[in-house]
Each structure stands twice: as C-alpha cells, then as structure tokens.
C-alpha cells in the first residue's frame, strides 16, 4: 500500500502524542551523541526505572540507530532549507515545491518507521509494569494536551 503524504503526517502526530515518552529518548542530535543518549536514557530511568541491564540495552538501540537517525533529520533540514530557498526565488514554481515536499514526505516517512522500530525495541526490554508506566505517562500527556487544546 502506497502511503500518503497525509498519512505520513497523520501517523507523525498520533505517534508523537501516543509514545511521546519513548519518543523523548530518541537520539537525533548531530553532536554530542554518545553524551545525548546517555542523558536521555537516564531521563527515562527516572521516570520507570530501568535496571543497569537496561540501561545499557536502551543505549546500545539508540547508538545503533544514530547515525541512520542523523542522517534522516538532516535529509529533511536540507530539504526544508530548499524549500525556504526556492520559495523567495525568481525560479519559483509549484512543480518543484511539491518535488520538494514529496520528497521530504519520503524521508519522513522512513524516520517514522525507524523511530517506530526504535520505540518497539526499548519497549521489548521493558518489564509490565514499566510498559504499563509508559502507557500511564503517553495517555496523561495525551490528555494535558488535549486541554491545553480546550
């Protein structure tokens, strides 16, 4: 199945709101990463206490990811940059803005996949009752941002 620019957009956001806890430990940086994925495996240890085993599980998912993951977010920053160029040129035309767009749509949706393997592979090191924390903090954060939306 072919998927849609719409729906690459669609699943982005209800990915983001409904495993925004895992999704806040994803290692994207293009510096510091080896200190970034330590700081954000110890904020997540925090809030569902991991193990030491764990731990390090968790960092050896998102080192084996972060160059893939780098290479997605600056894929889209170059596009977008692109895009922010091709629209105050002379050379405008709405063809190439939609190549652009369709393009930054195709990465999109391969970082969305990753992350989502990404995701799938801390969650698999997680005990129940961390999961049914984890599930506990996305459906609180999914409510504080609905009324923040009210």
Do not use: C
């Amino acid at each position: 199945m072919k998927i849609s620019k719409h729906m690459v957009l669609g699943a982005s956001l209800l990915t983001a709101v409904s495993l925004a806890p895992i999704a806040t430990i994803s290692a994207h940086t293009t510096t510091g990463n080896e200190l970034n994925i330590e700081q954000k495996v110890q904020q997540l240890s925090q809030k569902i206490n991991l193990t030491e085993v764990q731990k390090q599980q968790v960092k050896d998912i998102y080192a084996k990811n972060a160059d893939e993951m780098r290479n997605y977010y600056q894929q889209i920053t170059h596009l977008k940059k692109q895009l922010t160029e091709l629209t105050f040129h002379t050379d405008y035309s709405k063809d190439k803005a939609e190549d652009l767009a369709e393009d930054q749509a195709d990465i999109m949706e391969k970082l969305i996949v990753a992350r989502a393997e990404q995701r799938h592979a801390v969650w698999a090191v997680l005990t129940p009752e961390q999961k049914a924390a984890m599930k506990k903090m996305a459906e609180d954060r999914k409510a504080n941002m609905m009324d923040d939306n009210d």
